[in-house]
T-cell receptor, first 107, second 113 residues
Framework: KNEVEQSPQNLTAQEGEFITINCSYS?????LHWLQQHPGGGIVSLFM???GKKKHGRLIATINIQEKHSSLHITASHPRDSAVYIC?????????FGAGTRLTVKP | ETGVTQSPTHLIKTRGQQVTLRCSSQ?????VSWYQQALGQGPQFIFQ???????GRGNFPPRFSGLQFPNYSSELNVNALELDDSALYLC????????????FGEGSRLTVL
């Protein structure tokens, strides 16, 4: 069992839909990162969380430390949101990654 | 733009050769970490340097080594290349190794023939 589990693996949505991607982890962490990777490889950091909730534009990320669970929400999704979303946790001096969620938003 | 640059962007090597990949971090970022991402998979943590010393390492053999320099640049060296080393290698810098936001470079794509 992976220490960082993401769901769903693949997600197709229509433009405008509300999207939720989930991440569960089984190790103690100092921080959780949500990352976005477009085709071609570049990774962009969306959020870094150690508690609570953060919002940036149409993106919202939450974390529940007690339940070891985080969610990434995208409101009013747009085709340009199509990408792979990766959850990563920092544990001690190590980083563990989820397998990613491939999101496709259709116009 | 993250302010983190990597070189080269693409390179081809043959099995058994050695390779050095370079990363230039944002000014003031004292932590750099390196990741390997095989095609179709998520990144895997190779190691992390904090103030020029390795302070964390993933499940990679000793032929993967690194250096971090005072001018915010760093290197990833891989000796005795194997076919399975073919991957995208990413570096990320941050101002704090525990809770700092990560700023990724665009990566170096290595092909081993």
């Amino acid at each position: 069992k992976n220490e960082v589990e993401q769901s769903p693996q693949n997600l197709t949505a229509q433009e405008g839909e509300f999207i939720t991607i989930n991440c569960s982890y089984s190790v103690g962490i100092s921080a959780l990162h949500w990352l976005q990777q477009h085709p071609g490889g570049g990774i962009v950091s969306l959020f870094m969380l150690s508690s609570g909730k953060k919002k940036h534009g149409r993106l919202i990320a939450t974390i529940n430390i007690q339940e070891k669970h985080s969610s990434l929400h995208i409101t009013a999704s747009h085709p340009r949101d199509s990408a792979v979303y990766i959850c990563a946790v920092r544990s001690n001096n190590d980083m563990r990654f989820g397998a990613g969620t491939r999101l496709t938003v259709k116009p | 733009e993250t302010g983190v640059t990597q070189s080269p962007t693409h390179l081809i090597k043959t099995r058994g050769q050695q390779v050095t990949l370079r990363c230039s971090s944002q000014s003031g970022h004292n932590t750099v970490s390196w990741y390997q991402q095989a095609l179709g998979q998520g990144p895997q943590f190779i190691f992390q340097y904090y103030r020029e010393e390795e302070n964390g390492r993933g499940n990679f053999p000793p032929r993967f080594s690194g250096l971090q320099f005072p001018n915010y640049s760093s290197e990833l060296n891989v000796n005795a290349l194997e076919l399975d080393d073919s991957a995208l290698y990413l570096c990320a810098s941050s101002w704090d190794y525990g809770t700092g936001e990560l700023f990724f470079g665009e990566g170096s794509r290595l092909t081993v023939l």
